[in-house]
């Protein structure tokens, strides 16, 4: 249902990181925020960025997304949208959706749910679990992947095209 357009490359930038504990994991959001944020006022860009965050239960997709919107200004508690599929952040800016697709039992709901609607403009989606809505989700700028590694946690941060590039770039810089 989306278009992959033009912009399909072969991009080799890529980031990794040793995030000690859970605050390392939060600055990862945090520093996230700041690079998307200074993309976003360089550029006239309306489109939004979409973020895969993959990893087993327990990674810390999650804890990354609440360092990120902390980092946007946002106060308060950051639940797991495990049962409601996307919980959003409409006050922010850029706006935020956070998607867990863990409990999507047929990719096909996605459409019923309006899930284009979440693309439209200057929003970040950050999607835990984006395997299970195969076909029916835009592609990402960024992946990033969190694997546990005793005491702390791997990130690797990928850039899958040149807007994902700008953002790793300004990350940084
Ligand atoms: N860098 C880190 N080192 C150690 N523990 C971490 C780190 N980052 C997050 N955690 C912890 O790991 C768990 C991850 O939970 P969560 O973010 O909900 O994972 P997920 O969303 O990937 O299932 C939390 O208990 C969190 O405190
Ligand atoms: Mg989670």
């Known amino acids: 249902m989306f278009e992959m357009g033009a912009d399909i490359h072969t991009s080799t930038l890529t980031v990794t990181r040793y995030l000690e504990g859970e605050p390392a994991t939060i600055e990862l959001g945090q520093r996230m925020s700041r690079a998307i944020t200074k993309v976003f006022s360089e550029s006239d860009a309306s489109l939004g960025v979409v973020i ?3 990893g087993d239960l327990g990674a810390g997709k999650t804890t ?48 019923f749910m309006g899930i284009r609607d979440y693309f439209e403009g200057q929003s970040v989606c950050l999607m835990e679990w984006p395997s299970r809505g195969e076909g029916f989700l835009p592609p990402a700028d960024i992946m990033i992947d969190i694997s546990v590694k005793a005491p702390g946690r791997s990130a690797l941060l990928t850039a899958l095209n040149s807007k994902g590039e700008g953002i790793l770039t300004s990350f940084l810089s």
């Open 52 to 54: 895969y965050l993959q």
């Open 64 to 111: 990354f997304s609440r360092g990120l919107l902390t980092g946007f200004g946002h106060h308060g508690a950051v639940k797991s949208p495990t049962y409601t599929l996307v919980e959003p952040y409409e006050q922010l800016s850029p706006r935020v959706y956070h998607f867990d697709l863990y409990r999507l039992a047929d990719p096909e709901e996605l459409e």
